[in-house]
C-alpha cells in the first residue's frame, strides 16, 4: 500500500476493508494483504525464505506473516483450524460466504509500525502460529520498525544535490538505511589543483586551436548524453550533478570498456568540467600538451579538469568520491 498516508483516518481504512471484503466475496482467493510495501519487503514477502520452486509449488500454505488486512482463502482456514482462526485476537475478524476469513489487526494502517499496532499484530500472528514465541515475534516487528523509522537526510553540503537523489534506487525497505549511510558520507576534498604561482605556463604553439579541441571534446559529451541528459546542453553546475547522477545511475565506469573510457569519456568530461569552470567562474584555459595537465585558472588556483576527470571515471564509487559536482562547489567556493 502506498501512499500510506492516504490510510491515516479510520473511515478511509474501513471504506478500504470493505472494498476488499466485497471483491473476496465475489473473487474468492487463496490469499490476499494490504500492508506497508517496505515492510512486506523486510518480512521477505513473497517467498519468505524459500526458493523459488517451494513458492510456487506451495504459495501462502502456512500463516508466513500477518498483514494489517489479510483474507485467508478456505483451506489455510481449514489447516489453521476455523475456530482458532475466527478467535483471533485483532481489530476485525470475520467470515465470508465462501469459508475464507478476512482479519484486519488495527483500526489505522498508516501506522503499522507503531508500538501498539506491532503489538496487535504479533498476539494476532502467534495465535494462529503457536509455534511462534511472542517475545522474538515482537523483537523482529520492533527492528522492522526501526529500519523503516525516517530519517532526516543531513548530506554532506557540496553533493547534497547529488546525494538526494541516490535513496530512490535503494528498496523501499532499506531506503531509511540508505539515507543514513549518505549521512554519514564525506567525499575526500579534491587534489586537482594547484596554487597560482604553482601552474604550469601553457606550452603549445597555438593556443586558439587547443581551446577549440577543448571545445570539440565538450560537444562530445554533448553528443553522447542530450538524450539521457537534456540539461548538459546548458552546461551549468546543476548539469554536472545531472551527469554525474546519470553516470553513477548507469554505472558507467564499470560498464563499459576500460580502453574506451579513457580515450573518449574522460577528454569530454575533463573539457566539459572545464568549460563549464570557464563560463560560470571566469576560468581561463591554461592550455598544454599533455591535455591531462591542461588546467583553468579560477581566482588564486588553478584547476585540472582533465585529472579530475581520469579518477572519476576510475568505478562507479569514484563518481561520488570525486564528482564534477563537488569540484565545482570547491572551486566557486575558492573564486570569491
Same mark, same amino acid.
Given at each position: 500500500?502506498?501512499?500510506?498516508?492516504? &490510510?491515516?483516518?479510520?473511515?478511509?481504512?474501513?471504506?478500504?476493508?470493505?472494498?476488499?471484503?466485497?471483491?473476496?466475496?465475489?473473487?474468492?482467493?487463496?490469499?490476499?494483504?494490504?500492508?506497508s510495501?517496505?515492510?512486506?519487503?523486510?518480512?521477505?514477502?513473497?517467498?519468505?525464505?524459500?526458493?523459488?520452486?517451494?513458492?510456487?509449488?506451495?504459495?501462502?500454505?502456512?500463516?508466513?506473516?500477518?498483514?494489517?488486512?489479510?483474507?485467508?482463502?478456505?483451506?489455510?482456514?481449514?489447516?489453521?483450524?476455523?475456530?482458532?482462526?475466527?478467535?483471533?485476537?485483532?481489530? @476485525?475478524?470475520?467470515?465470508?460466504?465462501?469459508?475464507?476469513?478476512?482479519?484486519?489487526?488495527?483500526?489505522?494502517?498508516?501506522?503499522?509500525?507503531?508500538?501498539?499496532?506491532?503489538?496487535?499484530?504479533?498476539?494476532?500472528?502467534?495465535?494462529?502460529?503457536?509455534?511462534?514465541? &511472542?517475545?522474538?515475534?515482537?523483537?523482529?516487528? @520492533?527492528?522492522? #520498525?526501526?529500519?523503516?523509522?525516517?530519517?532526516?537526510?543531513?548530506?554532506?553540503?557540496?553533493?547534497?544535490?547529488?546525494?538526494?537523489? /541516490?535513496?530512490?534506487?535503494? #528498496?523501499?525497505?532499506? @531506503?531509511?538505511? @540508505?539515507?543514513?549511510?549518505?549521512?554519514?558520507?564525506?567525499?575526500?576534498?579534491?587534489?586537482?589543483?594547484?596554487?597560482?604561482?604553482?601552474? /604550469?605556463?601553457p606550452?603549445?604553439?597555438?593556443?586558439?586551436?587547443?581551446?577549440?579541441?577543448?571545445?570539440?571534446?565538450?560537444?562530445?559529451?554533448?553528443?553522447?548524453?542530450?538524450?539521457?541528459?537534456p540539461?548538459?546542453?546548458?552546461?551549468?553546475?546543476? #548539469?554536472?550533478?545531472?551527469?554525474?547522477?546519470?553516470?553513477?545511475?548507469?554505472?558507467?565506469p564499470?560498464?563499459?570498456?576500460?580502453?574506451?573510457?579513457?580515450?573518449?569519456?574522460?577528454?569530454?568530461?575533463?573539457?566539459?568540467?572545464?568549460?563549464?569552470?570557464?563560463k560560470?567562474?571566469?576560468?581561463?584555459w591554461?592550455?598544454?600538451?599533455?591535455?591531462?595537465?591542461a588546467?583553468?585558472?579560477?581566482?588564486?588556483?588553478?584547476?585540472?579538469?582533465?585529472?579530475?576527470?581520469?579518477?572519476?571515471?576510475?568505478?562507479?564509487?569514484?563518481?561520488?568520491?570525486?564528482?564534477?559536482?563537488?569540484?565545482?562547489?570547491?572551486?566557486?567556493?575558492? #573564486?570569491?
Amino acid at each position: 500500500m502506498k501512499p500510506l498516508d492516504l &490510510f491515516a483516518q479510520e473511515s478511509s481504512c474501513k471504506k478500504l476493508v470493505e472494498m476488499v471484503r466485497a471483491w473476496a466475496i465475489h473473487y474468492p482467493v487463496t490469499h490476499a494483504s494490504a500492508h506497508s510495501s517496505a515492510d512486506m519487503e523486510l518480512a521477505g514477502a513473497p517467498r519468505f525464505g524459500r526458493d523459488r520452486e517451494t513458492y510456487y509449488r506451495d504459495g501462502f500454505d502456512k500463516v508466513y506473516e500477518i498483514c494489517w488486512l489479510n483474507v485467508f482463502g478456505a483451506k489455510l482456514v481449514e489447516t489453521v483450524g476455523r475456530e482458532r482462526m475466527r478467535s483471533t485476537p485483532a481489530h @476485525r475478524v470475520e467470515e465470508l460466504p465462501d469459508g475464507s476469513v478476512l482479519l484486519v489487526t488495527w483500526p489505522t494502517a498508516a501506522d503499522f509500525a507503531s508500538e501498539a499496532a506491532r503489538t496487535a499484530q504479533a498476539r494476532a500472528w502467534v495465535h494462529l502460529r503457536p509455534d511462534l514465541d &511472542f517475545d522474538t515475534v515482537m523483537a523482529t516487528l @520492533r527492528e522492522r #520498525s526501526a529500519m523503516l523509522a525516517p530519517v532526516e537526510p543531513r548530506f554532506a553540503p557540496d553533493i547534497a544535490a547529488l546525494l538526494s537523489r /541516490l535513496p530512490e534506487y535503494a #528498496s523501499l525497505g532499506q @531506503r531509511q538505511r @540508505r539515507i543514513a549511510e549518505l549521512n554519514a558520507y564525506v567525499p575526500p576534498e579534491p587534489e586537482e589543483w594547484l596554487p597560482l604561482n604553482a601552474a /604550469l605556463p601553457p606550452d603549445v604553439a597555438d593556443p586558439k586551436a587547443a581551446l577549440e579541441q577543448y571545445a570539440y571534446f565538450a560537444e562530445r559529451l554533448i553528443a553522447l548524453l542530450h538524450t539521457p541528459v537534456p540539461s548538459v546542453f546548458k552546461m551549468s553546475p546543476e #548539469s554536472l550533478t545531472d551527469i554525474d547522477f546519470h553516470f553513477w545511475k548507469e554505472t558507467f565506469p564499470d560498464t563499459f570498456e576500460r580502453h574506451n573510457i579513457d580515450a573518449v569519456a574522460v577528454p569530454a568530461v575533463g573539457a566539459y568540467l572545464g568549460e563549464v569552470l570557464v563560463k560560470h567562474l571566469g576560468g581561463q584555459w591554461l592550455p598544454r600538451k599533455q591535455w591531462m595537465e591542461a588546467q583553468v585558472r579560477v581566482g588564486e588556483r588553478v584547476w585540472l579538469p582533465f585529472a579530475r576527470a581520469h579518477r572519476y571515471m576510475r568505478s562507479t564509487q569514484s563518481l561520488l568520491d570525486h564528482s564534477l559536482t563537488q569540484l565545482y562547489r570547491v572551486a566557486e567556493r575558492h #573564486s570569491r
